[in-house]
């Protein structure tokens, strides 16, 4: 064995043996529980293992708990190494989502710094093939958690597995046609992922019941264009899943879109034969696979526009490989396609090419000057006045409570300062919307819809967007709260029509405006009208889920019953009271708080209302 041989063995020996814990997850051979849409399995075998934290045991305390004021904890989705995901109701919102914790135990200065970098890296991306991150905070007990979409759906592993081993041909074609195209986005906007595997991608049904792949949990990812500004990833640190890491990963190296590319060969490995392409009984040994074996292709027999495209992302180098994601797309979708590696194109003259590799190296040291280090160099040491404040105002609010008063204080003078100086707009509207969200948080209501429309102010600058959509939202929502129906009615509108143009009509965001809008109206006393709307969003919601297998399915009947018991049509009330509350127990369960409420208020219904009905709806939800 080679002095080289041996020094990447004892690198790959220390990352299995000395620092467990920057390998997230890494089942060395398939894990055999199903796998949570957000949370890593990781396996623990002799070989691989890792040290079990508080939190982990600790789990369920949080179920049925209300943190942040507004996500009531309805059940734990799992735990991976780092974190615990929950199933939670965004209480103000009215939906369900998913609310990722971090463990305990990597609640040092660097591990919340690493957790807010998830968050600012996951709240960029905004794709049909990326499950999205919308919030981040701290708790009341400073904690960093991340809200997401909760998506509803199995693993690509569960799918894998489902199906005996592989999947068909045609089948893997449109799901990883789909994950490259959110990968595309990622990519485009900056972001590597690190950590693709079958387990973060999630195979949902859209409005038409076709399936629809979702990559979830960009927990290890990073955003390349500030990875030296943000300082959190040390050289030789490894991140990853040993089945499905890069050679560079691997080693510790810098990792970067092909080790992505990678990746989805690894993936597109496995769903076409049930295995990884490197499989052994040790973690260790799996690493050393991916750095110096080659994928045994010979026992299959694939399409050959699939075997070059599968050979083509498991070159060992990353100059090797498909350069771009798009390549290994156009070589699965179209087997006359003839995109090139680069390996195999023509070569040149070894002089030449010296010679243009010397032009190359100047002239891209001369461009890191100019586009990498001073970007990246000017808000660090030259930030200009309103962004130094406002990340003060940001480090002060991540401590929490106690903290938020000197958070409103720096939040204060970067507006005055950004306002002063004339900022671009692009900057103060994100400084209006941190502070607004912040204000409401904190209880603030006045600051925050002041600085809320300041942020819509700015956001009308721009082509409308979803964002746009969720401040009406965000404001509709504090209205409401305050009981100022006249202005939630306005802003909840808004919030529908904007949803509705972007998104669609039968989307879960959309709802969630419609859901305000009757909020509105119900407290207008426009019941006929919040009939009307509560009508429209049952007849969404149950084309969304016709299995009524969301939460969303309970809280639109809940809100038709309602309008329809103010207007005293007591009979077709009480159908929908009944539904809403045996929905609830089944998609929630019969111990949950929501469910119980529901009870409590449908029996009150029925004794005051409907007499004759309340003992055929306790048998019925007795026997449910």
């Known amino acids: 064995m080679s002095d080289e041989d041996l020094k990447q063995q004892e690198h790959l020996k220390f990352v299995v043996e000395g620092s467990p814990d920057h390998v997230d997850g890494g089942p060395v051979q398939k894990a055999a529980a199903a796998v949570s849409p957000f949370v890593d399995p990781f396996a623990t075998n002799d070989n691989f293992s890792f040290p079990e934290p508080d939190d982990t045991r600790d789990a369920e305390a949080l179920v049925g708990t209300t943190i942040a004021g507004r996500f009531e904890i309805l059940s734990v989705l799992g735990s991976g190494g780092m974190s615990t995901v929950y199933k939670a109701r965004h209480l103000l919102l009215d939906r369900v989502v ?11 200065a660097r591990g919340i710094q690493r957790f807010q970098q998830e968050a600012k890296t996951a709240t960029a991306l905004n794709h049909p093939n990326i499950a999205a991150v919308r919030e981040f905070g701290q708790d009341e007990q400073n904690r960093p958690y991340l ?22 041909v045609e089948r893997v074609q449109k799901l990883i046609t789909q994950v490259c195209d959110g990968l595309k986005h990622a990519h485009d906007n900056g972001v590597i992922h690190r950590d693709l595997k079958p387990a973060n991608i999630i195979i949902a049904r859209n409005s038409a019941g076709e399936e629809t792949a979702k990559i979830v949990d960009f927990g290890i990812a990073k955003l390349v264009d500030e990875e030296k500004e943000a300082n959190l990833t040390q050289t030789g640190e490894v991140f990853g899943t040993p089945n499905y890491m890069s050679p560079e990963q691997c080693l510790g190296k810098r990792a970067d879109k092909r080790s992505d590319i990678y990746s989805m060969g690894c993936v597109t490995f496995e769903c076409l034969t049930g295995l990884p392409p490197f499989v052994s009984e040790s973690a260790l040994q799996t690493l050393m696979s991916h750095v110096n074996d080659a994928p045994d292709f010979s026992t299959f027999k694939w399409p050959p526009n699939l075997h070059r495209a599968v050979q083509g992302c498991l070159e060992k180098k990353p100059e090797d490989r498909w350069q771009k994601i798009e390549d290994f797309k156009q070589c699965i979708e179209d087997p006359s396609a003839k995109p090139v590696l680069r390996h ?10 010296a010679l243009i590799s010397v ?36 480090t002060e609010k991540s401590l929490g409570p106690n903290n938020f008063a000197s958070a409103t204080s720096f939040y204060w003078k970067a507006v005055r300062s950004a306002e002063k100086n004339n900022a671009p707009i692009a900057q103060r509207e994100a400084i209006y919307l941190d502070f607004a969200r912040h204000s409401s948080t904190s209880g603030n209501f006045d600051t925050a819809i002041k600085f809320f429309n300041k942020a819509l102010e700015a956001n009308l600058q ?42 669609g009509k039968y989307h879960d965001y959309t709802v969630t405006s419609l859901f305000r809008l009757a909020q509105a109206l119900e407290g207008l006393g426009q019941y006929s009208e919040a009939e009307k709307v509560g009508r429209e969003t049952l007849e969404i919601v149950n084309k969304l889920y016709p299995n009524a297998d969301s939460e969303f399915v309970p809280s639109a009947e809940w809100q038709l019953g309602s309008a329809l018991h103010h207007e005293g049509k007591f009979e077709e009330a009480a159908e ?31 004794k005051t209302h409907m007499p004759a009905k309340l003992a055929e709806f306790q048998r019925n939800y007795d026997a449910q």
Do not use: C
């Not at 998913?98 to 040092?108: E, M, P, S, T």
């Not at 759906?153 to 597995?161: E, H, R």
């Open 98 to 108: 998913a609310v990722k914790f971090i463990h305990g135990g990597q609640l040092h």
């Open 576 to 606: 929908h009271y009944i539904r809403a509350t045996l929905v609830s127990k089944t998609v929630l369960g019969p111990d949950n708080s929501a469910t119980k409420n529901d009870v409590r208020k449908t029996t009150k219904f029925l």
């Open 462 to 503: 721009h082509r409308e967007n979803f964002d746009r959509g969720s401040i009406h939202e965000w404001l509709s929502d504090i209205y409401n709260q305050r009981n100022q129906f006249k202005q939630g009615l306005e802003h909840a509108r808004e919030a529908v029509a904007i949803k509705k143009r972007v998104l």
């Open 344 to 353: 195999q194109k023509k070569s040149i003259g070894v002089f030449k090419l």
């Open 147 to 168: 809200v997401m979409d909760f998506v509803e759906g199995i693993s690509l592993q569960d799918a894998i597995d489902n199906a005996g081993g592989k999947l068909p």
């Open 359 to 394: 032009a190359a190296i100047v002239f891209a040291i001369v461009a890191a000057v100019v586009v990498v280090i001073y970007p990246i160099a000017r808000p660090i040491f030259l930030p200009n006045e309103w962004e130094a404040l406002s990340r003060k105002a940001a």
